[in-house]
């Protein structure tokens, strides 16, 4: 019998503000910050202590709810989600449920197999845990509350995924909204963004949902793809013999590449939700969900459009410039700037010369010595022929390094391209004469040997032949 993938996803988004969700505690960076040091009595849950709600937390999430099409509840209602766990400090966590702040979004995804439209069931606002660290030497685990009470995002789909694929461009697409809306860095690595997929199989052309199964935490594309891809096949292949498939929640094994079973997965009552007391309802005038409507800015899956119209890039390409954003405002400015050749040369220049030198000094856009205007200059020099791409490329690493403008790195390092067909003509010539056996070898046309040639003739030039010229003097010399 065959079976069809029916999936939903909950993603916890951490709205980066300045400060924790109920209270005055700062937000900092889980991993290099000292554990404990972002702690308060009111995110470490002391009895007495009351909640504030973060004004700035609700209009991030006001954010990414417009941009996904929700409506916005003009009235939402906190509520304590009750569970023991080491990571929770006041045993429960305080969540939104029955009437949550947007709901009925939605979300056009463009797959291998066309357009598919992903709904959004509700965004809502909570609390984040603490973080446990399990020590293997000894049997204990080590609890740090840095992360208590910062501010999430809970966003919620409907039962619509059907593949892996389809579950990773939505997790794609979100992280690029999130970081174009500027409410999270989108570092999954971090745990800034944690997606957690719920999957269960039926017979296909039934409606009946399957029993589901939630893999936890997962913070990588990678892992997702390949956990969801996995359980789907462990589930069709328990079916198929006979068996069950029982609702729990599992994690995902990197090493193994198999997930593996944590606890048994709760249903919404098991939390036995219950309004906070601490808090009054949340009321959101439509004012202020105006006011944050006219401020969203361009939207990622409106620019990988643009980008593929307005620059002739194709879609991965676009897309690539979409979900790192510096580098898509960076390539926009340089074709603003003249571009000084093709979109797609300056996207290859943008996304692979310029980065690679920057990820190797650990420089970001914003503390770039290159402005887009110089970059558009270099690429302007190498189309009009002063210098070849070898020697544009070592322009780039003069500029890279002092911040001068191409013109000036290009003279100061004798950069600028040969282009006299004579004097091209006779490195021709000594070359071949130097090479005896691989010039009968290229005149006889052993597949290889041409470009072999080319390079030592564009050796003895210095790397500044002109490539066009180079080819056509090893053509007459043939």
Request: net charge negative; proline share 6%.
């Amino acid at each position: 019998m065959p079976y069809e993938p029916v999936i939903g996803l909950e993603v916890h988004i951490e709205m980066q503000t300045r400060s924790k969700m109920f209270c005055a505690c700062p937000v900092v960076d889980s991993v290099s910050a000292p554990p404990n040091s972002a702690v308060c009595p009111v995110c470490a849950g002391h009895p007495g202590t009351l909640p504030v709600v973060n004004q700035a937390a609700v209009e991030y999430a006001l954010r990414v709810a417009l941009a996904l099409g929700c409506r916005v509840n003009p009235v939402s209602i906190f509520a304590r989600k009750n569970y023991f766990y080491p990571d929770i400090p006041k045993g429960y966590q305080i969540s939104q449920y029955e009437q949550p702040l947007a709901e009925q979004g939605q979300i056009l995804l463009q797959t291998s197999q066309g357009e598919r439209l992903i709904r959004i069931r509700r965004a809502h606002l909570e609390e984040d845990t603490g973080k446990l660290t399990h020590l293997t030497a000894e049997p204990c685990s080590l609890v740090d509350l840095n992360r208590a009470g910062v501010p999430l995002l809970e966003v919620v789909t409907e039962p619509d995924f059907h593949s892996a694929e389809e579950v990773r461009l939505y997790a794609e697409a979100l992280r690029a909204l999130v970081r174009t809306l500027g409410v999270n860095s989108g570092d999954l690595e971090k745990g800034v963004m944690r997606i957690e997929p719920n999957i269960s199989i039926r017979p296909a052309g039934t409606e009946t949902l399957g029993t589901k199964v939630e893999i936890k935490n997962l913070n990588s594309f990678r892992a997702l793809e390949r956990g969801v891809t996995y359980e789907i096949a462990r589930q069709t292949s328990l079916l198929e013999a006979g068996g069950k498939v029982l609702q729990e929640t599992v994690g995902w094994d990197e090493a193994a590449q198999a997930t593996f079973s944590q606890r048994s997965k709760e249903d919404a009552h098991d939390y036995r939700y219950l309004p906070e007391p601490d808090l009054p309802p949340l009321r959101v005038e439509d004012a202020w969900v105006e006011a944050v409507r006219a401020r969203l800015p361009e939207m990622p899956w409106a620019r990988r459009a643009r980008l593929e119209a307005e620059f002739g890039l194709s879609r991965a390409e676009a897309w690539q410039l979409v979900e790192n954003d510096e580098a898509g405002r960076y390539f926009e400015s340089v074709m603003a700037a003249g571009g000084g050749s093709a979109a797609r040369t300056a996207f290859a220049w943008v996304t692979g010369e310029l980065s690679a030198r920057m990820n190797a000094a650990k420089v970001g856009f914003a503390s770039l010595s290159i402005q887009p205007r110089q970059l558009a200059d270099l690429l302007a020099r190498m189309a009009s022929g002063e210098v070849n791409q070898h020697s544009a490329k070592k322009a780039l690493d003069g500029m890279f390094a002092t911040g001068q403008e191409a013109g000036t790195v290009i003279a100061a390092l004798g950069l600028a391209q040969v282009s006299d067909e004579g004097l091209i003509t006779r490195l021709v010539e000594e070359t071949l004469a130097d090479f005896p056996a691989e010039a009968a070898n290229w005149r006889a046309g052993k597949p290889g040997v041409e470009n072999w040639l080319f390079g030592q003739v564009m050796r003895k030039a210095g790397g500044k032949a002109n490539p066009q010229n180079l080819r056509a003097a090893l053509e007459k010399a043939r």
